[in-house]
């Protein structure tokens, strides 16, 4: 992933001339112009391969936003959210953007970036959403207004996916303007803080995370798990809390979208997924 995600920084920038044109469709001389791109760019790869692969898929804000659409208030308030690995924080800019969520339309229907999943299964809820506060977590996060951080963004979206490269562009140019705010640290340490945070009256507080889990240590998901348990016990109808996860199942069958919420403690599979967002079989609002 690191290495193809050089080479297509390389192709991007249009060096060697036949990488570029082998990404352009001008030929298929896959095993010559890769060649040529690790003979002149040896540094530049060895560089890149140094930090992991990011990507901040923003088709995935869909299933957060119909999640949130769904959840069971006592009376309407706006969300704070808690984003854990963020990446670039474009999933936090989602109320910027505009869904088509099987039959309903969210979101700002004026935004450049436009997200329809194919729907699969029944609609949403018809819910206005409204975000108080977004606030989110990396390891090592990127940002919008770094040329070269939007351009390894990029870079992770492949050059036969110009729908996927088009609608992070929109995403990241929302996010030079409305610039998110993702804190640098472990997920775990990071949300037990805000989670200890006194939380206003008429706000719902939501962790959310989106393929995350897999990338963590069964100790670090643990802790995550008791800390947002040992906050549900502390909410209220007034204060409640909510975690939408968009992860694989333990066996990896599947891509769920679920929501757990507190006071009640009851959890809810809403969705299955396709794991980048392009499809959501929508399944109800029924306890698990």
Known sequence: MRVNGALHALARRGTPQCLAELYGGEHNDFDGAIAAAFAQQDDFIAHWIRTPTQTNEVARAAAIMSALMTVP?????????????????LNLNLARYAYKLGPVSAGDPASAVRIEPQWRGLAPPLAAV???????????????????DRERLLSFAWADQPARSGRLEEALQIAMTHA?????????????????????????????????????????????????????????????????????????????????????????????????????EWLGTSPA
């Open 73 to 89: 208030l006592a009376r309407p308030m706006p969300f704070e959210l808690l984003e854990l690995g963020s990446s670039c924080g």
């Open 130 to 148: 409204s975000i108080a506060a977004a606030r989110g977590v990396d390891l090592q996060p990127l940002n919008a207004a770094s040329a070269d």
């Open 180 to 280: 998110p705010r993702v804190d640098r640290g472990d997920a775990a340490t990071w949300l037990a803080r805000r989670l200890d945070e006194p939380q206003k009256a008429g706000r719902c507080r939501a962790v959310v995370h989106s393929m995350v889990l897999q990338y963590l240590r069964p100790e670090e998901q643990a802790d995550i798990a008791a800390t947002i348990a040992a906050a549900g016990a502390r909410a209220t109808d007034d204060r409640p809390l909510v975690r939408i996860s968009f992860e694989w199942t333990p066996d990896r069958r599947e891509v769920q979208l679920c929501l757990e919420r507190w006071p009640t403690g009851t959890t809810t599979v809403l969705a299955r997924c396709d794991p980048y967002g392009d499809w959501l």
